[in-house]
Antibody
Framework: EVQLVESGGGLVQPGGSLRLSCVAS????????MHWVRQAPGKGLVWVSR????????NYADSVKGRFTISRDNAKNTLYLQMSSLRAEDTAVYYC???????????????WGQGTLVTVSS | QSALTQPASVSGSPGQSITVSCTGT?????????VSWYQQQPGKAPKLIIF???KRPSGVSNRFSGSKSGNTASLTISGLQAEDEADYYC??????????FGGGTKLTVL
């Protein structure tokens, strides 16, 4: 069974930093692209970042570019999101999501974690 | 990276069909056949129900179907059931290896 479990959320002051983790199990983690998607309280889903299977390629939404860094450790089956210069508008539940194997179509999100809440407030 | 446009809400009675639209541009919805749809129940993670415009993952009811015309994609739910009440989001691959979501549509089953 595919499982994605996020952790690392919490309360942080504006301008602060936080690192989120997502531990994967039930599939060959090193073979799949992974994403972070966030959802502000009561709002819609927003794509944040993507990393390819061997971490050689990363992409970011304009709203987080230069402040957030996505990475992965395939030996530990873990995805990360390092967030810095945090703003109130970064307050959201952060989900990690898997893209399907690219021999089918890797342009969607087929499994999601339960999310971890990040609150940016003084 | 502007959000795709969805109606805020739709409603229907049990057994009826409803359609949710998702409008983007030629740089996202219109430019690629990589539109996907997600169902999100309150307090839960999103669930993939349609990918590549028209395809259904295994285990998803065939009451859910997708289509696209130009810059607008659509999700149709036929034979509406009470359990279909949820928020629905479209997503599209966009240029420069980025993705974009719609603002979400709340489906109410009357």
């Amino acid at each position: 069974e595919v499982q994605l479990v996020e952790s690392g959320g919490g309360l942080v002051q504006p301008g602060g930093s936080l690192r989120l983790s997502c531990v994967a199990s039930g599939f060959t983690f090193r073979s799949y692209w992974m994403h972070w998607v966030r959802q502000a309280p009561g709002k819609g889903l927003v794509w944040v970042s993507r990393i390819n299977s061997d971490a050689s390629s990363t992409n970011y939404a304009d709203s987080v570019k230069g402040r957030f860094t996505i990475s992965r450790d395939n030996a530990k089956n873990t995805l990360y999101l390092q967030m810095s210069s945090l703003r109130a508008e970064d307050t959201a539940v952060y989900y990690c999501a898997r893209a399907p194997f690219c021999t089918t179509s890797c342009y969607n999100f087929d499994y999601w974690g339960q999310g971890t809440l990040v609150t940016v407030s003084s | 990276q502007s959000a795709l446009t969805q109606p805020a809400s739709v409603s229907g009675s049990p057994g009826q069909s409803i359609t949710v639209s998702c409008t983007g541009t030629s740089s996202d919805v219109g430019g690629y056949n990589y539109v996907s749809w997600y169902q999100q129940q309150p307090g839960k993670a999103p669930k993939l129900i349609i990918f590549d415009v028209i395809k259904r993952p295994s285990g998803v009811s065939n009451r859910f179907s997708g289509s696209k015309s130009g810059n607008t994609a659509s999700l149709t739910i036929s034979g509406l059931q009470a359990e279909d009440e949820a928020d629905y989001y479209c997503s599209s691959y966009a240029s420069s290896t980025t993705w974009v979501f719609g603002g979400g549509t709340k489906l109410t089953v009357l």
